[in-house]
């Protein structure tokens, strides 16, 4: 099974939107990534539009040749527009105003169910291939299939911040949550905190068919170009893939 690289370039819109300007201009750095090898293209709207605006997503729908993942949070506002732009896949996130990024995957028990359970139903109605970015725990992946969602993105972060025998232990535990939902028929994707150091392992883990990443690419463009960043990334993804 390919990998496919979605590449977030919501940190391309905070660099303009520190200054309200008009560059640089996540739409053109969205051209710079397919040509590096992106697979997709993944932006999250927030509701405080705190990045990435309404016209970013406009664009992006309009000039994308790979395709838009749309990170969004169960707003009723939000999921509207979603709907009315049709993007290729919409992923549902928990968020927060105070959070400076995602910290965790959604609480999908069942006393916090319902606003998701409705996400899942509208986006579905309106033909949005649907995925719900979740912790890698049992309880989280059985909850999103009864959800009847396409898909689960599963959180790394733990993975990533962590060293040694601890990181060995949240590959496994990423292992074992991957192997549980292909189980119950739900694709499986990751990404949060992964860096060119620490993919690899990830992207090896033959089972999981798209990967999530956007600071360490942009970080990395600011010194290398964003096409050439992205294509050491592609590259570092594929050759995990490569039999040996």
């Not at 169910?113 to 579905?124: D, G």
């Not at 990404?191 to 690419?217: M, Q």
Request: proline share 3%; with cysteine; charged share 30%.
């Amino acid at each position: 099974m390919m990998m496919r690289l979605y590449v977030n370039i919501d940190h391309v819109a905070t660099v303009r939107q520190a200054r309200r300007a008009d560059e640089p201009d996540p739409v053109r750095a969205a051209v710079l990534a397919e040509l590096g090898g992106a697979d997709g293209l993944t932006v999250h709207l927030r509701e405080d539009r705190r990045h990435i605006q309404d016209r970013d997503v406009r664009l992006l729908m309009e000039t994308s040749r790979s395709g838009v993942n749309l990170e969004l949070a169960a707003s009723q506002e939000i999921l509207e527009l979603a709907c009315a732009w049709g993007p290729k896949q919409a992923t549902l996130v928990p968020e927060k105003r105070e959070e400076i990024t995602t910290e965790g995957g959604l609480d999908l028990s069942a006393a916090r169910r319902e606003a998701t359970a409705h996400a899942v139903l509208r986006l579905k109605e309106a033909g949005i291939r649907t995925a719900l970015f979740i912790d890698p725990d049992e309880e989280a992946i059985r909850a999103s299939a009864d959800l009847a969602a396409d898909a689960v993105e599963l959180h790394t972060g733990e993975y990533a911040n962590t060293r040694g025998e601890e990181r060995n232990a949240q590959l496994a535990r990423l292992m074992s949550a991957t192997s549980l939902a292909r189980r119950l028929g739900l694709d499986v994707h990751a990404g949060h905190g992964l860096t060119y150091e620490n993919v690899a392992p990830v992207a090896a883990i033959p089972e999981i068919e798209e990967l999530n990443i956007g600071h360490s690419i942009i970080a990395r463009s600011l010194f290398t170009g964003l096409e050439a960043a992205v294509r050491e990334m592609a590259t570092l993804i594929r050759r995990a893939r490569a039999p040996r």
